[in-house]
């Protein structure tokens, strides 16, 4: 298990690849406005300028106003949970279902959904809240931690894994990252490499999973 940076490392596996982009629209705890306008600063927005990616989200109005704009036009209205009905052709050499997973009320719908879109080599890159990671517990110690508007649900390396397997996809790795806010922390330095010494109590989950495998 390591830990690194999730965008820098999602792109390098990305790159020049086909795409399906789950959650695209990001910053789901934020109102519409505010995912509108953070657009640039979006994975969704990285990965366009390296690979030929569709996105699919269920922010109708995010994705109207992206389309009317010209901020994207490889958006999708779709529910995660409901990929049967969102219009997808073919197979993809990468999914990437970034912080989306825990809002889910049925993961494992998006699961059964994933199976169209992927082949024996599609890699599924899967980024979560980690709920063994460090900082999150410190914080429930001192009656800090705060869960996000949307999340239902939390996981760490044992039942991400069940999940998957549950649905027909094995394991390739599981590390941790960190995220883009966490680089503007004033301690990041230190925590960096802490957690480069001890990996499994890093904060976000890194897994990579592939059907059949």
Same mark, same amino acid.
């Given at each position: 298990m390591v830990y690194f940076f999730k965008d820098a490392k999602i792109l390098e596996l990305a790159k020049g690849k086909r795409v399906l982009h789950i959650g695209c629209v990001g910053f789901a705890d934020l109102p519409t406005t505010d995912r509108i306008a953070l657009a640039n600063e979006s994975l969704h927005y990285a990965l366009s300028r390296v690979a030929d990616v569709t996105g699919v989200d269920y922010s109708r109005d995010a994705i109207d106003y992206f389309r009317d704009h010209g901020?994207?036009?490889?958006?999708?209205y779709g529910n995660a949970e409901k990929l049967e009905e969102t219009q997808l052709e073919g197979t993809f050499d990468v999914v990437v279902v970034g912080d989306i997973v825990e809002h889910l009320s049925n993961p494992g719908?998006?699961?059964?959904g994933l199976r169209r879109v992927c082949n024996e080599r599609t890699s599924i890159v899967i980024t979560t809240p980690h709920s063994f990671g460090?900082?999150?517990?410190?914080? $429930?110690?001192?009656?800090?931690?705060?869960?996000?508007?949307? $999340?239902?649900?939390?996981?760490?390396?044992?039942n991400i894994?069940?999940?998957?397997?549950? $649905?027909?996809?094995?394991?390739?790795?599981?590390d941790t990252c960190y995220q883009k806010h966490a680089m503007t922390q004033r301690m990041f330095s230190a925590g960096k490499l802490f957690f480069n010494m001890f990996p499994r109590l890093?904060?976000?989950?890194?897994?990579?999973?592939?059907?059949g495998s």
């Amino acid at each position: 298990m390591v830990y690194f940076f999730k965008d820098a490392k999602i792109l390098e596996l990305a790159k020049g690849k086909r795409v399906l982009h789950i959650g695209c629209v990001g910053f789901a705890d934020l109102p519409t406005t505010d995912r509108i306008a953070l657009a640039n600063e979006s994975l969704h927005y990285a990965l366009s300028r390296v690979a030929d990616v569709t996105g699919v989200d269920y922010s109708r109005d995010a994705i109207d106003y992206f389309r009317d704009h010209g901020v994207f036009n490889n958006v999708v209205y779709g529910n995660a949970e409901k990929l049967e009905e969102t219009q997808l052709e073919g197979t993809f050499d990468v999914v990437v279902v970034g912080d989306i997973v825990e809002h889910l009320s049925n993961p494992g719908l998006m699961f059964e959904g994933l199976r169209r879109v992927c082949n024996e080599r599609t890699s599924i890159v899967i980024t979560t809240p980690h709920s063994f990671g460090l900082l999150s517990f410190l914080k $429930h110690c001192l009656g800090r931690f705060v869960e996000g508007n949307e $999340h239902v649900m939390t996981f760490n390396a044992q039942n991400i894994e069940n999940l998957c397997a549950r $649905h027909g996809f094995g394991i390739v790795s599981i590390d941790t990252c960190y995220q883009k806010h966490a680089m503007t922390q004033r301690m990041f330095s230190a925590g960096k490499l802490f957690f480069n010494m001890f990996p499994r109590l890093g904060g976000t989950l890194f897994v990579v999973a592939r059907f059949g495998s």
